[in-house]
């Protein structure tokens, strides 16, 4: 059966460090992944898309990288900030095409 | 301002009633989504459509239904048969292009049976 996996237990780090949270899927071939940022309570929001063609993809202080003989996506936090506590989520493209299938998120907390 | 949004934000229902969460979106997408989150979760696809008048199940049907008569609407009905309807519900819309679509979503619902 399909799968995805992110780290259940919580990511604590210092602020300044970078953060990397991984993802892992089975039985999948994606054409892209996504991931987002999930505040308590809220819905999630977009942050990062890279398509299976793509090593690599920079946004500000986010990188994503995406290797589909691994079938790992590793999502890097540069410059840690308390602000960036939340959950992130990944995100791969199902069967369908357009429907999303998400991991369950890994939890990080950024100290001061 | 564009976006997405539901209502109520905090739902309480009796066992044995249906509910109906609201979902409306003002940023011309095609396909909306409804998903659930239960605590340390990640979303479980309940119903999607790309277009208005059809829609298909997702992972967790069971128990629910929608209806897609506008394409800015995409309600979704907990019924009665639903077994376990505690949950925090997210409503998603997105343009269908085949090519990597985003999701954006309402702040969500949380659904509470007592």
């Known amino acids: 059966s399909q799968k995805i996996e992110q780290n259940s237990e919580a990511l604590n780090i210092q602020e300044g460090k970078t953060a990397t949270l991984t993802c892992n899927y089975t039985n999948y071939s994606p054409a892209y992944l996504q991931w987002y940022r999930q505040d308590p309570g809220r819905g999630p929001v977009f942050l990062l898309l890279?398509?299976?063609?793509?090593k690599e993809k920079r946004k500000e202080r986010l990188k994503v990288t995406f290797d589909t003989t691994l079938k790992q996506s590793l999502f890097h936090i540069t410059a840690s900030q308390p602000a960036d506590s939340a959950t992130y989520l990944c995100?791969?493209?199902?069967?369908?095409?357009?429907?999303?299938?998400f991991g369950k998120g890994t939890s990080l907390l950024v100290t001061p | 301002d564009g976006g997405i949004t539901q209502s109520p934000k905090y739902l309480f229902r009796k066992e044995g009633q249906n509910v109906t969460l609201s979902c409306e979106q003002n940023l011309n997408h095609d396909a909306m989504y409804w998903y659930r989150q239960d605590p340390g979760q990640g979303l479980r696809l309940i119903y999607y459509?790309?277009?208005?008048?059809?829609?298909q199940k997702g992972d967790i049907a069971e128990g629910y239904s929608v209806s897609r008569e506008k394409k800015e609407s995409f309600p979704l009905t907990v019924t009665s048969a639903q077994k376990n309807p505690t949950a925090f519900y997210l409503c998603?819309?997105?343009?269908?292009?085949?090519?990597?679509?985003?999701?954006?979503f309402g702040p969500g619902t949380r659904l509470t049976v007592l």
């Open positions: 890279i398509r299976e063609n793509e």
């Open positions: 459509s790309q277009i208005v008048n059809d829609f």
């Open positions: 998603a819309s997105s343009i269908v292009s085949g090519e990597g679509d985003t999701q954006y």
């Open positions: 995100a791969l493209n199902s069967n369908s095409g357009y429907a999303l299938n």
